[in-house]
């Protein structure tokens, strides 16, 4: 929908959004109107180098153009049918997803949260079904984020964070451990415990990768006590990190994985994969979704996939990532700089995240906080070394800034 074709003028829809909508966020100050590639929007034209992409979701670039041909062709055959029938779509989906990450089976939901609800479910389920209703404690790293519901906001280990405070009790059943400490899970293990949740890459806590013996000796720590690994691939999965699943560069392989963001090239999808073993738990009548699998989703999904894996762009991500990450450690002010491909976190030495994503946006860069201190950097995967070098100078200009700024303030205090 364009602002011309309707009868409001920009600050109108503005105005229109903070009275009507329960505001949760905190917005950009400009309205995006459309998008393609490495840019988005405003309504009078003005373009914006996007470095967030819809958080880690537009990897093939913004309304792209396969994406939008599957989009429409679907619609026109059909949308929705619940899944009682067989439909093309989600039976090609199924087949290049599982062969391409090596999985057995696959079970389609809407969201990141949903597909993490789905994992924390089908590993109760399997706990139960071959060990009995004990079997159910998850494991997982504090610091982590795995979604808003309540199943996945009990497993997420941020016990301060907004995303707990106020909602609590949660889901009992989940304890919490520190990130890249496998003796602190080896001491928290219990014989009712089924599994351990991971992200490979801690996303919304700060950019934070799993070192390789860590993540190994949790696959080998889950082998000895016949319990199951559940990865977190909602964020780095899909060629974000440089390799199509973050667990590839660990030469792993999960029981279940989760996955969502990228995967639609922008729609709502999410999905776990796992094993066959584990697959089975899910039987008849165990788990459903209405709109999990739906033909159009599964259709852009198609697309946004194939995207990745025949244009490569897991590779573009690892070898552009590599470049942009080592001229990001000359930011100044820079503590360090973490990550993998294109999943990238700024961490600065002074509280100035916040400013240097604003002082980025007034010269029409997006990029987003975690935190006071760290900027994260999750471009579409299509970026090249000179939409980097791009997003370098106004950074190295926007860090400058908000130095200066904290120089000052620091001063007159
Ligand atoms: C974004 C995210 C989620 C939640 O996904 P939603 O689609 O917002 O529900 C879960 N886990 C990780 C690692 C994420 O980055």
């Known amino acids: 929908m364009k602002l011309k074709d309707t009868s409001y003028t920009a600050e109108e829809i503005m105005a229109l959004t903070d009275k009507y909508l329960m ?17 988005l929007y405003d309504e009078t034209g003005r373009a914006f180098l996007d470095f967030y ?42 087949k290049t997803i599982c062969e391409a990450i090596k999985m057995d089976k696959i079970f389609f939901q809407n969201s990141g949260t949903e597909a993490n609800e789905a994992m924390i ?43 707990q405070l106020g909602y609590l009790p949660g889901v009992p059943g989940f304890s919490y451990v520190p990130f890249n400490d496998l003796k602190a899970i080896k001491e928290s293990y219990n014989e009712n415990v089924i599994g351990i949740m991971l992200e490979p890459i801690q996303g919304e806590g700060g950019v934070n990768p799993a070192e390789l013996e860590y993540l190994q000796g949790v696959r080998n720590f889950c082998d000895e006590k016949n319990i199951l690994l559940l990865l977190d691939e909602v964020q780095t999965g899909w060629g974000r990190t440089g390799e199509l699943m973050a667990y590839m560069h660990y030469d792993i392989r999960p029981d279940i994985v989760s996955m969502a963001k990228a995967m639609g090239g922008g729609t709502p999808i999410g999905a776990i994969c796992a094993t066959k073993k584990v697959a089975t738990a ?37 070898l552009v990532g590599k470049d942009f990450m080592a001229k990001l450690t000359d930011l100044p002010g820079v503590k360090e700089v973490r990550g993998r491909g294109l999943m990238i976190g700024i961490e600065f030495k002074d509280p100035i995240a916040y400013d240097v994503k604003h002082h980025a946006f007034d010269h029409r860069l997006l990029v987003t906080a975690i ?43």
Request: glycine fraction near 8%.
């Open 23 to 39: 505001e949760t966020y905190e917005r950009f100050d400009f309205m995006a109107e459309s998008a393609s590639e490495m840019y």
């Open 53 to 94: 992409g819809g958080v880690a979701v537009n990897s093939v670039g913004n309304s792209n153009q396969r994406v939008v041909s599957a989009i429409i062709d679907q619609a026109q055959d059909l949308s929705h049918t619940f899944n009682y029938p067989y439909t093309i779509p989600q039976a090609l989906l199924a």
């Open 121 to 163: 479910k089908l590993a109760r389920k399997y706990g139960t079904d071959h060990f009995g209703p004990n079997k159910f404690q998850i494991i997982t790293a504090t610091n982590s984020f795995h979604g808003r519901t309540f199943g996945s906001l009990s497993a997420t280990g941020q016990p301060d964070s907004a995303n």
């Open 282 to 318: 899910f039987s008849h009548g165990a788990h459903g979704s209405t709109f999990g699998g739906s033909p159009l989703c599964c259709a852009a999904s198609l697309a946004a996939v194939s995207e990745i894996i025949e244009r490569n762009l897991a590779i573009n991500a690892h």
């Open 371 to 413: 935190g006071e201190h760290t900027v994260r950097l999750v471009p579409p995967l299509i970026a090249t070394v000179e939409d980097c070098n791009e997003a370098l100078a106004i950074l190295m200009e926007s860090s400058h800034t908000a130095l200066e700024k904290l120089e000052e303030k620091r001063k007159s205090a």
